[in-house]
C-alpha cells in the first residue's frame, strides 16, 4: 500500500536549522511530484514547497524562500525538507503529501507529520 | 499571490443538517480547487479534487461545485463523523494556498 513515513520529532534553538524526511512506498517515486504542508499548534495549514521527482523542477513559498531545500534521493524514495534560520514561528507540525495525477494536483496521501519545535 | 477565503470560519450544526461552506479565490482559477476535512490530531484527508471530484470512499453526501473564483463544498444531512475542519487550498500555480479553514462543530 502507499505511505509516506516521516523522520521523528525534532526540538532546535532558534537560528538552528532542521532536516525533516518523508520516505515514499507502495507506488512509482518519480511519477508523483510531493509538497511540504506545516500546521502551527491551533492554525490552519500552510504550503511550502513543492518537487517535481521527475524533473527535479522545484517551488517554494514567498515564506520560506531561501531558508528552504527540498530534494529527493531516488535511491530510496526519500524527499527532504530543509529548513535554515529557524524562529519560532517556525514551531509546526511539518506534512509531506503526495500529489495525485489528475489535473489538478491534489495531496492524496500525507505523511503521518513530524513536530518540529523550536525553542531557546 | 492567490488568496483562498473561506466563510464561515466556523459553525454549529445538528445531525441531519445540511451545511455549505464557501471558498472564493482572489482570481480565476479555473477548477483547481480541493477540499480537505482535517480531524483533531490528525492528518488531513482529501475529499473533493478538480472542484468537484468525489475521492474514492468519501460518501455520497459530500460534493464540491464551483468554478473561476467561487466554489463550494456541501455536505447534504451531516453525520457525527463529520464534525472537523475543512480546508480549500487552490493548485493553479505557486504558492498553493490554503483557506483559513472552517470548523464545523456540533450544535
Redesign the interface.
Known amino acids: 500500500q502507499i505511505q509516506l513515513v516521516q523522520s521523528e520529532s525534532e526540538m532546535r534553538k532558534p537560528g538552528a536549522s532542521v532536516q525533516v524526511s518523508c520516505k515514499a512506498s507502495g507506488y512509482s517515486f518519480t511519477s508523483h511530484g510531493i509538497?511540504w504542508?506545516r500546521q502551527a499548534p491551533g492554525q490552519?495549514?500552510?504550503?511550502l514547497a513543492?518537487m517535481s521527482i521527475y524533473s527535479g523542477y522545484k517551488?517554494?513559498?514567498?515564506n520560506v524562500q531561501g531558508r528552504a531545500s527540498i530534494s529527493a534521493d531516488t535511491s530510496t524514495g526519500t524527499v527532504y525538507l530543509e529548513l535554515r534560520s529557524l524562529t519560532s514561528d517556525d514551531t509546526a507540525v511539518y506534512?509531506c503529501?503526495r500529489e495525485?495525477l489528475?489535473?489538478?494536483?491534489?495531496?492524496?496521501y500525507?505523511?503521518?507529520?513530524t513536530l518540529v519545535t523550536v525553542s531557546s | 499571490d492567490i488568496q483562498m477565503t473561506q466563510s464561515p470560519s466556523s459553525l454549529s450544526a445538528s445531525v441531519g443538517d445540511r451545511v455549505t461552506i464557501t471558498c472564493r479565490a482572489s482570481r480565476p482559477i479555473s477548477i483547481y480547487l480541493n477540499w480537505y476535512q482535517q480531524k483533531p490530531g490528525k492528518v488531513p484527508k482529501l475529499l473533493v479534487s478538480s472542484a468537484s471530484n468525489l475521492q474514492s470512499g468519501v460518501p455520497s453526501r459530500f460534493s464540491g461545485g464551483g468554478s473561476g473564483t467561487d466554489f463550494t463544498l456541501t455536505i447534504s444531512s451531516l453525520q457525527p463523523e463529520d464534525f472537523a475542519t475543512y480546508f480549500c487550498q487552490h493548485s493553479f500555480t505557486a504558492p498553493r494556498t490554503f483557506g483559513q479553514g472552517t470548523r464545523v462543530d456540533i450544535k
Open positions: 509538497s504542508v490552519g495549514l500552510e504550503w513543492w517551488e517554494y513559498s514567498d506534512y503529501a495525485e489528475g489535473a489538478t494536483s491534489a495531496f492524496d500525507w505523511g503521518q507529520g
